[in-house]
Antibody, heavy 121, light 106 residues
């Protein structure tokens, strides 16, 4: 069965950096686009970043552009999110989500349980 | 950017009630819309894609409709397991979620 396990969250000071990981299993990782989606405490879902199956297609939300880098290592079935210049408003649960493609459009069919990032001094 | 607006934000309902949640897109997204269910402390779960295509294992009391800019999620007879927050998501151009609709016990 599909499993997505996030790790790397924690408490970081404003301006600091963090690298999140998402370990995947149960599907052909190198065939699938992957995403990061975050949810601030008590708030809704916000898409953060996408990476295509081979890493050649990458998109970011405007709210994080220039401060985060998404990447993947298909030999390790793992996706990453390198975050820097972190702000209080980046405090959130960060989920990785696998996508499924239909007629060129992608939605998210499986999600991990999330890793919590807290930005606080 | 495409904005998604859900209404209402909260619904207070009873078991057995019919529930309707509306999602509006700021521009046409054809039928590139998904619905997710999220329970407290859990990850979102995909309910349907392409506005009305139910995922395997999702009860048939859930249905979706709409195209263009107006979409609806309907639960025909609310069950205890359905109390949760529901999100719509457009995937016509990148990805945007609605702000969520919390379905709570009356």
């Amino acid at each position: 069965q599909v499993q997505l396990v996030e790790s790397g969250g924690g408490v970081v000071q404003p301006g600091g950096s963090l690298r999140l990981s998402c370990a995947a299993s149960g599907f052909t990782f190198n065939n699938c686009g992957m995403n990061w989606v975050r949810q601030a405490p008590g708030k809704g879902l916000e898409w953060v970043a996408f990476i295509g199956y081979d890493g050649n297609k990458i998109y970011y939300a405007d709210s994080v552009k220039g401060r985060v880098t998404i990447s993947r290592d298909n030999s390790k079935n793992t996706m990453y999110l390198q975050m820097s210049s972190l702000r209080a408003e980046d405090t959130a649960m960060y989920y990785c989500a696998k996508d499924v493609r239909r007629d060129g459009n992608r939605y998210f069919d499986y999600w991990g349980q999330g890793t919590l990032v807290t930005i606080s001094s | 950017d495409i904005q998604m607006t859900q209404s209402p934000s909260t619904l207070s309902v009873s078991v057995g009630d019919r529930v309707t949640i509306t999602c509006r897109a700021s521009q046409s997204i054809s039928n590139w819309l998904a619905w997710y269910q999220q329970k407290p402390g859990k990850a979102p779960k995909l309910l349907m894609h392409e506005a009305s295509s139910l995922e395997s294992g999702v009860p048939s009391r859930f249905s979706g409709s709409g195209s263009g800019t107006e979409f609806t999620l309907t639960i025909s007879s609310l069950q205890p397991d359905d109390f949760a927050t529901y999100y719509c998501q457009q995937y016509n151009s990148l990805w945007t979620f609605g702000q969520g609709t919390k379905v709570e016990i009356k």
